[in-house]
């Protein structure tokens, strides 16, 4: 991609999830249009005045277009909130094995007193001596008792942990628990006074183009405070299964991550976490973990050092159009379920693999990636009411029902899906043993599932179907990613047990003129996919 994320102040942080990130606060108003019973003098009208039905034609008091602008000032409220926005610095002990004809030396111009920095820059790590690696980055005081917000990336693999507050003071700080799926970590200080704070406001109630403020810590100069707005939310930058970013064109650059994004209520809207930048600094391309998600996840940080997230142990895949179409659904939305983890939650029966899900505990879902993200943020133990469309029968239409499960914890079922996801990929070359093969169609050749086959492509025992042995390439089949060794469970929402059955299927299915056949594949482990392929 053109740009790149980038982030904190540390080298090592030249990754997708910047260590640097600035905030942007919603300005208390905007400059409302001039009262409607105003006078206006009809021989000379305002030159930004537009009627917007007839475009170059004067407007008259009644149809004129409002006008607005920006803030004339924040200052008042950014002096409220700079004593809670705290900077970050970690130092890290690695050990440096080079020696002084391996160590380039740096060179400043003859004279200049840089060069006694870059002399004391190499001193500490020369000689294959343990030296401090540092790095900078933001934060904010949630509690006056001395609790703190930041990024996991600002504190990760750190030795040291100090917190510098705007008066000047330093104390040094404890972690009390990380979320590396949203890059969250809690801080806490002690403090023999109590310590300036905010608190979290309502991410859901903004709306793009609001006014946010950050105040961070970009490049080392602490208390450093820019102004936007919200460009745009539920940003998905591939930083992490919960993405849900709140853009925001306020100015972040390296050492803001971790830092607040205020609405104009002083209220703690985002996290300032990433950027996109092709040269390391600001573009206005910030991404704000929105307050919505955080403020769960630092509760159960603060209270248990560790998150406890709802789980439902299913796997999904998304609705694509083709998808839809072949369900027959209207709107290609909701989460296609395609597995459920043995032992988990939903291994009741109540939900199966087909099922659409269309609303979770009251919310919609549009797309398999809400579904994760609202039911992690579910309590534990809780039960939920699922919408989702079925068939009762492969010829029948979708139809809504609603089932109710018990959420699990998701920590503890992480162990359960990694079992239920072991096993050997696929083979993609190794020749089919002598089996009962049918014709080929889509490009590929199937055979009877024999113990030779489950072998020869290590196939999980009791994992049932139609194996795939062959798949001819440029054919139908192969531009949709399948490969000998996969097993089909379905065609057409079917169940097919020997592979005479697939080809009839697929047989009838081009009589009645359909123009994909939706297939239903199981990897060597069993784990589950909806395939469309074209019909030629």
Not at 34 to 53: E, L, R, S, Y
Not at 143 to 163: C, Q, Y
Not at 386 to 397: G, Q, S, Y
Not at 461 to 467: D, F, H, S, T, W
Request: charged letters at 20%.
């Amino acid at each position: 991609m053109a740009g790149r994320i980038s982030g904190g102040m540390a080298g090592a942080l030249a990754v997708l999830l910047c260590a640097s990130t600035a905030l942007s606060v919603q300005a208390q108003g905007v400059i409302a249009p001039p009262p409607g019973d105003q006078p206006v003098a009809p021989q000379k009208p305002a030159a930004d005045t537009i009627n917007p039905a007839a475009p170059g034609v004067p407007a008259s008091p009644t149809n004129a277009l409002p006008r607005h602008k920006g803030p004339d000032s924040v200052a008042d409220l950014a002096e409220s909130l700079l004593d809670s926005v705290v900077n970050i610095s970690t130092a890290q002990k690695v050990e440096d094995g080079a020696s002084d004809e391996q160590t380039p030396q740096l060179k400043a111009p003859e004279g200049s007193p840089l060069q006694d920095f870059f002399n004391d820059l190499l001193k500490d790590g020369q000689g294959g001596e343990a030296r401090k690696v540092e790095s900078l980055g933001s934060g904010f005081v949630i509690d006056p008792s001395g609790v703190i917000v930041t990024n996991n990336h600002v504190i990760a693999d750190a030795d040291e942990i100090t917190v510098n507050f705007a008066d000047g003071s330093k104390l040094d700080a404890k972690l009390l628990g990380v979320d590396t799926k949203t890059d969250l970590a809690v801080l806490k200080v002690e403090s023999k006074h109590p310590l300036k704070s905010v608190k979290f406001g309502d991410s859901e109630k903004i709306r793009i183009g609001d006014w946010v403020l950050a105040i961070g810590n970009p490049f080392g100069l602490g208390g450093s405070v820019s102004i936007g707005i919200v460009s745009a939310r539920g940003r998905n930058i591939n930083a992490g299964p919960y993405d849900n970013f709140i853009q925001t064109d306020a100015a972040i650059n390296k050492g803001n991550s971790g830092g607040p994004l205020f609405d104009m209520n002083g209220d703690v809207v985002g996290i300032n976490t990433a950027i996109l930048s092709p040269t390391g600094g600001s573009i206005g391309l910030g991404f704000s973990i929105p307050s919505a998600l955080a403020a769960n996840v630092v509760t159960q940080l603060r209270d248990f050092g560790e998150t406890r997230r709802g789980w439902l142990g299913i796997r999904l895949q998304e609705v694509t159009d083709e998808i839809g179409e072949g369900l027959g659904l209207q709107d290609a939305k909701g989460a296609l379920v395609m597995g459920i983890v043995p032992g988990g939650p939903s291994d009741n029966g109540l939900l199966k693999i087909g099922d659409v899900i269309t609303a979770f505990d009251g919310k919609p879902i549009t797309s398999s990636r809400d579904l994760p993200r609202i039911v992690a943020e579910t309590p534990v133990g809780k039960s939920v009411d699922i919408k989702l469309l079925r068939k009762a029968t492969p010829t029948d239409p979708m139809q809504e029902q609603t089932v109710q499960i018990t959420l699990g914890r998701l920590e503890d079922g992480e162990k359960l899906m990694s079992e239920a996801e072991g096993g050997a990929k696929p083979g993609d070359k190794a020749k089919p043993g002598e089996a009962a093969t049918a014709p080929g169609a889509l490009g590929m050749t199937f055979a009877d599932m024999t113990d030779e086959l489950r072998k020869q492509y290590k196939l999980a025992e009791g994992l049932a179907g139609v194996v795939i042995t062959k798949v001819a390439p440029n054919s139908p089949a192969a531009e949709k990613g399948i490969e000998p060794g996969l097993v089909i469970k379905e065609v057409a929402q079917e169940s097919v047990a020997k592979a005479k059955d697939v080809a009839e299927k697929l047989a009838k299915l081009k009589t009645d003129g359909r123009k994909n056949a939706l297939l239903l594949l199981a990897s060597a482990s069993g784990e589950l996919r909806v395939v469309i392929v074209p019909i030629q």
